[in-house]
């Protein structure tokens, strides 16, 4: 089973700046500071940085719902291999018993 890597909090805010959305709101604060809108270039930078912090708490979240994921299915496994080696001869019985039925 293919494993990836968790991003890092520095690479998902990298990442953040290749949405064309955040791109937009970045030119929108460049613009509000260099027409004097500091307030609205705030609230802007404000939004993008609180949009950040939020799909980075999100990140970490899905990489720990998917271990733990992992681990449901490896005990699955487990219990399948189990069940199906200690029940050998019952399912023989019936695959045989299906056969001339």
């Given amino acids: ?29 460049v613009l509000s500071f260099a027409f004097g ?4 270039g705030m609230v802007i930078l ?13 990140q970490a979240g899905a990489v720990v719902a998917i271990e733990e994921g992992r681990g449901i299915l490896n005990n699955i496994r487990k219990s399948v291999i189990h069940l199906l080696s200690g029940n050998a001869s ?11 039925n």
Wanted: aromatic letters at 6%; proline letters at 2%; zero cysteines.
């Fill in 37 to 40: 809108e500091l307030v609205d």
């Fill in 90 to 100: 019952q399912i023989l019985i019936v695959f045989i018993a299906s056969l001339f």
């Fill in 1 to 29: 089973m293919h494993q990836a890597r968790p991003r890092s909090a520095g690479r998902i805010l990298i990442d953040q700046f290749k949405n064309a959305v955040v791109r937009i709101l970045g030119l929108a604060v």
């Fill in 46 to 58: 404000l939004a993008v940085a609180i949009n950040t912090l939020i799909d980075i708490r999100k």
